[in-house]
């Protein structure tokens, strides 16, 4: 009997630490944290892909954190990630105006990332944009990886 209980206590604070946890950053609606996947562009390799886990944390920092992953790139090779907004909220992302967010390295195997972040302490909490990204080619700045459109509200 005394084991159930324990077991009991023991699910419930787990519960509550991982609900604390995950209540450090932003709600998911509206769109505080995003998934993007990364596709091959046009004319790239069709078998690359890629992954940005954008969060950020409910805190006065404002600091938005981009933990970028690629995979099937060409080996031991530089590239940028980057990103276009649009604040007209459509859903309809630019294809100009590309921001430089970080450059990273694949290895031997063409893998590759970087924990990458943007200050956005300037920008009002509460203002949404449309935000587009895409992977370049460090040295010839080609574009082989490249994000549908996505939406996010800057949160504090």
């Known amino acids: 009997m005394l084991?159930?209980?324990l077991t009991a206590v023991l699910a419930a604070v787990f519960l509550l630490s991982a609900g604390a946890a995950r209540a450090e950053w932003g709600p998911a609606t509206?769109?505080?944290n995003l998934e993007v996947i990364l596709r091959p562009a046009a004319g790239a390799p069709s078998d690359g892909f890629g992954h940005v886990k954008f969060r950020q944390p409910k805190d006065d920092a404002k600091i938005i954190y981009l933990d970028?992953?690629?995979r099937d790139l060409a080996p031991n090779h530089a590239y940028v990630l980057q990103r276009a907004v649009d604040t007209t909220v459509n859903d309809e992302c630019p294809s100009t105006g590309w921001v430089p967010l970080g450059q990273f390295d694949t290895d031997d195997g063409g893998t590759g990332g970087a924990a990458l972040s943007r200050d956005v302490?300037?920008?009002p909490t509460g203002r949404e944009f449309d935000i587009t990204f895409q992977v370049i080619d460090a040295a010839?700045?080609?574009?082989v990886l490249e994000s549908g459109c996505y939406q996010y509200t800057v949160s504090q």
């Open 30 to 32: 509206p769109n505080f």
């Open 140 to 143: 010839t700045s080609t574009v």
């Open 3 to 5: 084991s159930i209980r």
């Open 121 to 123: 302490s300037m920008v």
């Open 68 to 70: 970028t992953w690629v």
